[in-house]
Structures are given as structure tokens and as C-alpha cells.
T-cell receptor, first 113, second 112 residues
């Protein structure tokens, strides 16, 4: 099976702009989780989508949002970008029925200037 | 909130030696743990997992040990190779949710 894919791989934006990142999970996986990774912070959970519904949410401001489509592909959106939003954004997929490993994509590196 | 931490942020080992990477977790309700390896420029890669009803699990050159009494997890890598150089994360998940909590990572450097 193909792995988790994320597009774009790299992105440069300026403060105040918005950005949309895309994630295609492993075929058959219905759960997609999004994480933000910054130096020294590890991975911080943003949210998880399962069957087009947000099932879990981390402690991020409302500027961070997401959605999932019927084919399980997911997008996350960040509005009104801030310098501190510069990070590697990772998505991970799993079957979603509980108790399974999450498999990560390569990430989208976002730089906010 | 959850707290998953690592004892050492960096670890250097000689090629061929065994490596031990440690992780402490705070939630006694956690029932599933994973070790991930992240190489530069890549997403985390699954290495090995263990459930709370086990205290040891072995893979190819890797062993994970779980001590629920002290809420401690370790990853042992046998005969460490230069390709093992990476950042290693432990992650935990509680029985009630599908959300994983990650430690900040340990950077392993293998010296040839």
C-alpha cells in the first residue's frame, strides 16, 4: 500500500495570510490526525478526524481548523498566520477503530515570514 | 494534560554498542505505547509498540520494556548502526481516546 502523502512539502507564507495543507491517508484508513512539530516542542496534537467528523481536538486556537472528505483525505487550514506558526505539520493515519498504530506522512514544512 | 517526557535529550554511542533510550509517562491509564524514529527531513517512522498488558516486546534489533509501576518505557537497540542515528520519540495513548501524546524526543548519534 502507498503510504501517507502530504502536499505541499514546503510552503512560505507571510504573516496574516492563510494556508491549506492536504493529507491523503493510507488506503482503507479512516482516521487522520494532525500534529505540529517545532524544535524542542516535540509533536503537539492538533486534531483528529474520523469518518468526516472531528473526533478529538488539541489545545490550539481557532485559527487552526480542519476537515475530512468522504474519501478520508483531510485538509487543515491556518488563518491569519503568525510567525510562531512556522513548523513542520505532520499528519498520521490509522484505521480508526481503536487500538491501532498511527502512520505518519513526510510532513509539510511551513515558514511564515 | 498528559505528560510524556524523556530522561536525556541527546545520546551518543559507538557503532556496534547497544543503545538505551528512556521515556517516562505520567498517566497510569495509558494502555498503548509506541516508539517512533524520525530522521532529518522525514516524518516519524513506526519502530515498535507495546500494550499495557505486556512488559517486554522484541523486534528486529529492538526491544521495548514497559515498567508500569514506575511509569517508565525504554527502547533498546542492539548493535547500533550509523543508520540508527535519528530522533526517537515515545508516544502514549489512553484507553479512552485515539489521541497520542508524544515526548520531546531523544537525539541518537552513532559514532562510526
Amino acid at each position: 500500500k502507498a503510504g501517507v502523502t502530504q502536499t505541499p512539502r514546503y510552503l512560505i507564507k507571510t504573516r496574516g495570510q492563510q494556508v491549506t495543507l492536504s493529507c491523503s491517508p493510507i488506503s482503507g484508513h479512516r482516521s487522520v490526525s494532525w500534529y505540529q512539530q517545532t524544535p524542542g516542542q516535540g509533536l503537539q496534537f492538533l486534531f483528529e478526524y474520523f469518518s468526516e467528523t472531528q473526533r478529538n481536538k488539541g489545545n490550539f486556537p481557532g485559527r487552526f481548523s480542519g476537515r475530512q472528505f468522504s474519501n478520508s483525505r483531510s485538509e487543515m487550514n491556518v488563518s491569519t498566520l503568525e510567525l510562531g506558526d512556522s513548523a513542520l505539520y505532520l499528519c498520521a493515519s490509522s484505521p480508526g477503530t481503536g487500538g491501532e498504530t498511527q502512520y505518519f506522512g513526510p510532513g509539510t514544512r511551513l515558514l511564515v515570514l | 494534560g498528559e505528560s510524556v517526557g524523556l530522561h536525556l535529550p541527546t545520546l551518543s554511542v559507538q557503532e556496534g554498542d547497544n543503545s538505551i533510550i528512556n521515556c517516562a509517562y505520567s498517566n497510569s491509564a495509558s494502555d498503548y505505547f509506541i516508539w517512533y524514529k524520525q530522521e532529518s527531513g522525514k516524518g516519524p517512522q513506526f519502530i515498535i509498540d507495546i500494550r499495557s498488558n505486556m512488559d517486554k516486546r522484541q523486534g528486529q534489533r529492538v526491544t521495548v520494556l514497559l515498567n508500569k509501576t514506575v511509569k517508565h518505557l525504554s527502547l533498546q537497540i542492539a548493535a547500533t548502526q550509523p543508520g540508527d542515528s535519528a530522533v526517537y520519540f515515545c508516544a502514549e495513548r489512553t484507553y479512552t481516546g485515539n489521541q497520542f501524546y508524544f515526548g520531546t524526543g531523544t537525539s541518537l548519534t552513532v559514532i562510526p
